[in-house]
């Protein structure tokens, strides 16, 4: 099994505004990252955003290794505490997404931890690249293994 990091974030220029969520998937010994994407989301909140990045970077992390135990790190408080369980989601479209995540970790070592801003700057530059771009985007590392 592997220990995988998820760094999420989102972002949206106007909120409501052109939004995109980000997030790098890094391997936990080396912190080198294996993954980096972002997903474009047209006009959306700030939170929906988020959202859309930290399950970007989940179904990601788990595409690399299904049984992973996985660490997310965003700087949303919101959807940190959301996600652990520890306040109501109330609003409609973050119920949506917040069920489609619940379903996604299910059965899986995934815990949630809030980490500052500046600690959180790959996935914010993934969340913009997505929000510049206007279009979805993945990278995978080359790790060499199949070289």
Do not use: C
């Amino acid at each position: 099994m592997t220990d995988l990091v998820v760094e999420a974030d989102g972002g949206s220029r106007g909120n409501p505004g052109i939004a995109a969520g980000g997030a790098v998937v890094l391997d936990a010994a080396t912190d080198r990252v294996l993954v980096e994407l972002g997903v474009y989301v047209g006009i959306a909140s700030n939170n929906v955003a988020e959202y859309n990045g930290m399950i970007s970077g989940l179904e990601a992390a788990f595409e690399r290794d299904p049984e992973a135990s996985v660490r997310v790190r965003m700087d949303s408080k919101l959807v940190v505490e959301q996600m652990s369980g520890r306040w109501k989601i109330k609003h409609p479209d973050m119920q949506v997404l917040a069920r489609r995540a619940q379903t996604l970790i299910a059965g899986r070592d995934v815990v949630f931890e809030w980490v500052p801003r500046l600690s959180n700057a790959r996935a914010d530059a993934a969340a913009n690249e997505a929000m510049d771009r206007r279009e979805s985007f993945r990278r995978d590392v080359d790790d060499g293994a199949g070289a």
